[in-house]
């Protein structure tokens, strides 16, 4: 167990759905980080939450939102899913804004779009 | 365009042998990361690097920060070590920060044969 938790671990859901994924950091780490893992675009980075704000956005879609909360748990909101949205999500969490000390990942959650 | 290369994309070997993956990448970097991504698990970061190298058991990872490259070295590789070794790296901005967001390599698939 990494401490970084992600839920769900599996998710099947129609085009056109909205889902939410949901990750809590390690205990004291103030950054979070969401990434999505596909077999065509590999790993990227989505966006980046310090201590409830939006730090960086990456490859992140407009029907793609996040936010982290008072309590530093995020939430990654997917909406009129397509097939391509089909991917690995990962969630990463960091003790501080420049992640100085690393990274620890959660172990991801598996969204298959049918 | 900030990139990261890896090289070989896919690796075989026999249990026991010196096993090295490279990564090269554009410009100024805060840090590298090596990662391991077990099949259908999650990502378990491996080293954090920023100059020189460092040594976790039978692994060890070097750095030249002026040739841009990094390697990852796997001594007496065993069966276990199969896996994906994702190089992942903090480039720098023009105002000096990265914000830990990462960019990632493609990979390398890591297959040891008993």
């Known amino acids: 167990d990494s401490g970084v938790t992600q839920t769900p671990k599996h998710l099947i859901t129609a085009t056109g759905q909205r889902v939410t994924l949901r990750c809590s950091p390690r205990?004291?780490?103030?950054?979070v980080y969401w990434y999505q893992q596909s077999l065509d675009q590999g790993l990227q980075f989505l966006i980046h939450?310090?201590?409830?704000?939006?730090?960086a956005k990456g490859n992140i879609l407009e029907r793609f939102s996040a936010q982290q909360f008072p309590d530093l748990h995020s939430e990654l909101n997917l909406s009129s899913l397509e097939l391509g949205d089909s991917a690995l999500y990962f969630c990463a969490s960091s003790t501080n804004r420049e992640a100085e000390y690393g990274y620890t990942f959660g172990s991801g959650t598996r969204l298959t779009v049918v | 365009k900030n990139e990261v290369e890896q090289s070989p994309q896919n690796l075989t070997a026999q249990e026991g042998e010196f096993i090295t993956i490279n990564c090269s990448y554009s410009v100024g970097i805060s840090a590298l990361h090596w990662l391991q991504q077990h099949p259908g698990g999650g990502i378990v970061s491996l080293f954090m690097l920023s100059s020189g190298k460092k040594k976790h058991g039978r692994l060890i990872a070097t750095i030249n920060i002026q040739e841009k490259h990094s390697s990852l070295h796997i001594t007496a590789s065993h069966p276990r070590d199969s896996a994906v070794y994702i190089c992942?790296?903090?480039?720098?901005?023009?105002?000096?920060?990265?914000?830990?967001?990462?960019?990632f390599g493609q990979g390398t698939i890591l297959t040891v044969h008993p």
């Open positions: 939450y310090y201590n409830g704000e939006e730090r």
């Open positions: 992942a790296v903090s480039f720098t901005t023009a105002g000096g920060t990265s914000y830990g967001k990462l960019t």
């Open positions: 205990s004291g780490d103030l950054s």
